[in-house]
C-alpha cells in the first residue's frame, strides 16, 4: 500500500525542547573551547599565546552569544 502520510507540524513542547538541547549543546562547544585556550596557553606551544587568546575569546563569545539566545528563544513565551 502506498499511502501517503501526513505531515504533522512540529509541536510547542518539541520545539521549546530542540531549543533548549541546542543551547546545551552550543555551551558545552563553548567551554570545550575555553579548555582549549587554557590548554594551548598552558602547554607551550609555538602558536603566540596573544593570538590564541584573542581569537579563542571571541570564539567563546560568540558561542556563549548564540547559546543565550537559543536558550532565551526557549524560555519565551509564545
Same mark, same amino acid.
Given at each position: 500500500?502506498?499511502? !501517503?502520510?501526513?505531515?504533522?507540524?512540529?509541536?510547542?513542547?518539541?520545539? !521549546?525542547?530542540?531549543? @533548549?538541547?541546542? $543551547? @546545551?549543546? =552550543?555551551?558545552? +562547544?563553548? !567551554?570545550? =573551547?575555553?579548555? &582549549? =585556550?587554557? /590548554?594551548?596557553? #598552558?602547554?607551550?606551544? @609555538? #602558536?603566540?599565546?596573544?593570538?590564541?587568546? +584573542? =581569537? &579563542? $575569546? %571571541? #570564539? /567563546? *563569545? +560568540? %558561542?556563549?552569544?548564540? &547559546? *543565550?539566545? /537559543?536558550?532565551? +528563544?526557549?524560555? @519565551? !513565551?509564545?
Amino acid at each position: 500500500m502506498n499511502q !501517503k502520510r501526513k505531515r504533522s507540524r512540529i509541536t510547542d513542547a518539541e520545539r !521549546k525542547e530542540a531549543y @533548549k538541547e541546542a $543551547s @546545551k549543546f =552550543v555551551l558545552d +562547544i563553548a !567551554k570545550l =573551547v575555553f579548555a &582549549g =585556550v587554557i /590548554l594551548s596557553t #598552558i602547554m607551550d606551544m @609555538k #602558536i603566540s599565546e596573544d593570538s590564541v587568546m +584573542i =581569537v &579563542g $575569546s %571571541l #570564539i /567563546l *563569545a +560568540i %558561542l556563549v552569544s548564540v &547559546g *543565550a539566545y /537559543l536558550y532565551y +528563544i526557549a524560555i @519565551k !513565551k509564545y
